[in-house]
């Protein structure tokens, strides 16, 4: 019997038809970027103030500058040492044009007058720009509403992940993604025009529950269209175009000034990607698993037709090569039940939260900061590049356990001192948080593969499902932690964020290394990897390939 892995020998591993298919499905990474982390400029919020009518007829009447009128009218607030104006609180007078004149207006002093909070809704000083805060007002007391923006499409990420990785599996990866961009391409333009806040909400989850699903099912498209020595490369280049888009997002973000036309540009990318229906093909490798082999042969000649390669072998003996498996057997019990792979589950599950948590709260802290946030994202979106090219480089030098620790260690330091350095030394506090940027970039990309070979083949897939759940659940978490710290104190974020990175990297250390190490077949190669070597050298053959089934022998040892 034939495999597809044996027919990608003669049809090309990696030939022009796996290079065009790819660099189009990389185009899908970069708009996923603008809708993961583009709450910096969505929902920016710009300093504000109560607004008093009485205030902006003297403003206009006696030719006030903006900051004048604040300077006589807001009350001052204690802010970490400073004296600002207050963002949610005014004086309780009421001022007017016909009550004062312009020179009885400039002597008048209300600091022992009481306050209260705003009446008449609030003033942004925004230029002229607009977020979905300045719109719904979401200042003061319903702050917390903008945190749920972030938490509902990661809600929709936690859902959608699951169910379009079933519909996948049942109806193939190419319907999946298609379908997935039509959801996202009706869903994106809904949240463009939501005309309240809680209808926003509710789209921005449904947007959410297509997106991340369908930027899975290119994942594993075209991945299963490669050969074994390019799974990996192709998987984190394809993880890279996500950098893209951070670096596109800020240049949009600079020119489209309302929010809901920048939603809109975001969107298009997934209106356009419909047209793959003509420019795609279906996994060969699913088709066989369904058991439709005369479209798996017609797909995979038309591949080596594009490769200009000719197929000698005899194609018409393909067989699905993970056929013997059975992984509908897999539990989530199989996942805790012995100590190893319970230790596993806990280490890779806590990797996948702080991943989330550390690389969403450092992207959003960009938008409190006060500087240009436009340069600041653009800054810290360069220095993501090098990660992709970091991993290649080291995982088969060094290993995986090595420098997925160190990158953790590395990210949580540089959370610490950058608390530490004084607003005064700007560039190096900026250079020190990017490359806490780059680290935890670093261990994103890594706990994926890594997570891959720590499962025994028969869950490896559902084992890396679960896992990753973890991953959508700090992305809910992340925006509460670092909004509603930083009102307490702007650092304070900092200070949760390097500590969950720090033991995440100590985490990683009791984890094995697997450079050079087979994928386990079964349970016990993972509670005895010795065993495991012994079949190595007694020349058994094992699977190499993390989505490849060879057994659903789960025998579990001892607890």
Request: net charge negative; proline share 5%; hydrophobic share 45%.
């Amino acid at each position: 019997m034939t495999t597809f892995d044996d027919i990608l020998e003669e049809a090309g591993k990696f030939g022009p038809c796996q290079k065009r298919i790819f660099a189009l499905l990389c185009m899908v990474s970069m708009p996923w970027a603008g809708i993961y982390v583009g709450i910096v400029f969505q929902g920016f919020t710009p300093p504000h103030w109560c607004r008093q009518p009485g205030v902006e007829e003297q403003r206009q009447t006696c030719g006030w500058t903006l900051q004048d009128s604040v300077k006589r009218s807001v009350p001052l607030l204690n802010v970490s040492g400073e004296l600002q104006p207050s963002s949610c609180l005014q004086y309780d007078v009421e001022l007017n044009q016909s009550a004062l004149s312009c020179e009885q207006s400039q002597d008048l002093n209300l600091t022992h007058s009481p306050t209260i909070s705003c009446q008449h809704g609030w003033e942004y000083d925004y230029e002229g720009r607009r977020s979905f805060v300045t719109e719904f007002d979401l200042v003061c007391s319903d702050a917390w509403l903008v945190d749920m923006y972030q938490a509902t499409l990661n809600v929709g990420f936690l859902i959608g992940s699951i169910a379009i990785g079933y519909l996948a599996d049942r109806f193939g990866r190419k319907l999946s993604f298609l379908m997935s961009n039509l959801l996202n391409g009706i869903t994106g333009i809904l949240v463009a025009v939501a005309p309240n806040y809680t209808s926003l909400l509710v789209f921005r989850t449904l947007y959410g529950f297509g997106v991340k699903g369908g930027w899975v099912a290119g994942y594993v498209l075209i991945t299963e269209l490669v050969g074994v020595e390019f799974r990996r490369t192709v998987g984190v280049l394809y993880q890279m175009f996500f950098s893209v888009g951070i670096l596109l997002l800020p240049l949009l973000a600079y020119y489209i000034t309302d929010w809901r036309w920048l939603q809109v540009v975001i969107t298009v990318p997934y209106i356009l990607f419909l047209s793959y229906y003509w420019f795609i093909p279906e996994s060969p490798r699913w088709l066989l698993s369904q058991n439709k082999k005369d479209k798996a042969v017609e797909i995979t000649e038309a591949m080596a037709k594009e490769n200009k390669m000719t197929l000698s072998k005899k194609i018409e003996t393909l067989t699905d090569d993970n056929a013997a498996a059975d992984s509908t057997t897999a539990t989530f019990m199989d996942l805790i039940r012995t100590p190893k792979m319970r230790k596993h589950t806990f280490i890779l599950s806590y990797n996948w939260f702080t991943s989330a948590v550390v690389y969403q709260g450092l992207i959003m802290r960009l938008g409190i900061l006060g500087g240009n946030v436009y340069i600041d994202f653009l800054i810290s979106g360069l220095v993501e590049f090098p990660a992709a090219f970091l991993i290649i480089f080291t995982i088969e030098r060094i290993g995986r356990r090595l420098p997925f620790a160190t990158a953790n260690f590395v990210a949580g330091a540089s959370c610490f001192i950058t608390v530490c350095i004084p607003d005064s030394m700007f560039w190096f506090k900026t250079a020190v948080a990017c490359i806490g940027r780059l680290c935890i970039t670093i261990t994103f990309e890594m706990v994926v593969f890594v997570n891959t070979e720590l499962y025994p083949t028969f869950v490896r897939n559902f084992g890396v499902s679960v896992c990753s759940t973890l991953c959508d659940v700090g992305g809910i978490v992340a925006p509460f932690l670092l909004y509603r710290l930083a009102v307490i104190w702007l650092e304070l974020p900092l200070i949760i964020f390097g500590s969950l990175a720090i033991l995440a990297g100590a985490l990683v250390l009791l984890l094995p290394e697997t450079r050079g190490v087979p994928l386990p077949d079964t349970i016990e190669d993972i509670e005895f990897p010795e065993r495991m070597k012994e079949k190595e050298t007694n020349g058994h053959l094992f699977n190499l390939l993390p989505t490849n089934d060879v057994t659903n022998n789960k025998n579990p040892a001892v607890v």
